[in-house]
């Protein structure tokens, strides 16, 4: 987690006023229908935002936006239907980047888009450093662009795209008419009654800006321009805005060098990029403060074997297996183990019972002297007193590899893909030739580790969440503590699944 300061940062255009104008659209007044600095919802981020801010904002607005970024990366890997996928999507764009149209009452809207705003350039400065960051932005900022275009308010949305000054030719009545069977042609079945080309307009761009509407003649192609109607200018708009986007990328990679003398960013967008590559959504810090948290309840040595059954995800399902079978842990394995037992509830003297227990064929005297101070030193009782949190997934599938002898690490990604199968077989009850085995197992051939999780979440779940839903509206597994909340959770009723939220609400209402 980042150490946050109230100083304040450079505007993002310091670095990285690399841009080109789509437009020239400019912040003032909407036409006096509310004063707003901000009159559009919508955004093509042609120039950099001129002010200041904290670094607190600099970092609450980049997580905020890399957490709806990484789920919808998520979630696009998860062949889920496209109706469900929108669903969840704008789920996550709700609850951590909600952006109000004009006319909301009550809502600060200025401030919500100079969030989305700051956000936005902030990433881009920590994303335009490799092809591959490029790459996967701007597939997830376009896709974060077309669920607000399709949910924006119609008028709003067509005074936005004039603002833009595209350099589109409309088609007149006259031409219109000319081409008419031809136009009609490309009108999806049943669209294509005398009223409904009679409403339709059309505009003319070159053919090469609409590849995905020429090649499955979803447009009719005369002199070069295609004749693009009104119901298919979403696909020029996200075209501009991916072209507009890449090149913008592009150029800020080259100015970047002149941030690298930056001690206070330049580890905030390292951090951000290396959790953006991961895949894995930047983590929740675990403590083990139980105090703090309303759900936790007080966990004992005793309590350890059943809820490892239960609720315990693979990789520490794996470590409480190694330690009953081997009755003993290497260094590693030990700080995985031992930290996420202590941010699930476990009290020190708890801990320094179920740790005897399992190291058995030690002595007492061997116990004390080589393994109880490391046990308090990781509860912050010895040395600098640091309260170490729990490794989250990013942090256990990146560092520290495990070699061929150690029992720490992610089994989706250290386990030979034979051993991970038996492994789930045998301890969460998924057939080795089964469909959600496969299901698996091919995030697991992707690399996404943390899907495979999920999906086993899922899996062993049933009764509480839908294929789809991972941790709750679509939230994929981050960290192991998370897990094991939620799914502890389920069983003790503080988490409720969706089905019985939803008709708690209409009991309500
Ligand atoms: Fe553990 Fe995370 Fe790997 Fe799941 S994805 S097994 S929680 S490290």
Known sequence: ?????????????????????????????????????????????????ALDITLEEFETFAIARLKVLTAIHSLQERSLPAAQLRELISTQIKSH??????????????????????????????????????????????????????????????????????????????????????????????????????????????????????????????????????SHQISLVLQAFRANLERALELTAKSLPRMDEDDRLMPILGHLAQSFLSNVSIESNFFGDADDDPNSAKVTADMVDALAVKHFPACQYNLWNRLKRDHHLKHFARLQFGLFLKALGLPLEEALVYWRRGFSQLTDDKFNKEYKYNIR?????????????????????????????????????????????TFLSQHYSIGTGSLEMREIMDQVKKQHYHLACTRVFEITHLKDVKKGEGLGDGVSVSHPNEYFNKSWGYERGVVKPKTELMSDDMQTD
């Open 1 to 49: 987690m980042f150490k946050a300061t109230s100083r304040t940062a450079p505007p993002p255009q310091a670095y990285a006023n690399a841009g080109s104008r789509v437009g020239g659209r400019r912040r003032s007044s909407d036409g006096g229908h509310r004063n707003l600095k901000y009159p559009y919802r919508l955004n093509f981020y042609t120039s950099p935002p």
């Open 377 to 421: 030193h990781s509860y912050g009782q010895e040395g600098k007193r640091t309260n170490y949190p729990a490794k989250s997934c990013q942090q256990i599938l990146t560092s520290n590899q495990p070699g061929p002898q150690d029992s720490h690490g992610c089994p989706y990604r250290h386990f030979a893909p034979e051993t991970l199968q």
């Open 97 to 230: 980047l909600p952006l109000s149209s004009n006319t909301a009452r009550n809502i600060d809207v200025d401030e919500e888009r100079r969030a989305d705003e700051i956000g936005h350039w902030i990433l881009r400065l920590a994303f335009c450093r490799s092809p591959d960051l490029r790459e996967k932005f701007v597939r997830t900022e376009l896709e974060l662009f077309k669920q607000r275009f399709d949910s924006d308010d119609q008028y709003e949305r067509s005074q936005f795209l004039r603002s833009l000054n595209f350099d589109w030719t409309i088609v007149d009545e006259t031409e219109k008419r000319m081409y008419e069977k031809q136009l009609k042609a490309c009108m999806p079945w049943g669209a294509q009654r005398d009223n409904q080309f009679a409403s339709e307009s059309w505009v003319k761009v070159p053919w090469y800006n609409v590849p995905d509407l020429v090649g499955p003649r979803r447009v009719f192609v005369k002199g070069g321009n295609a004749y693009v109607p009104q």
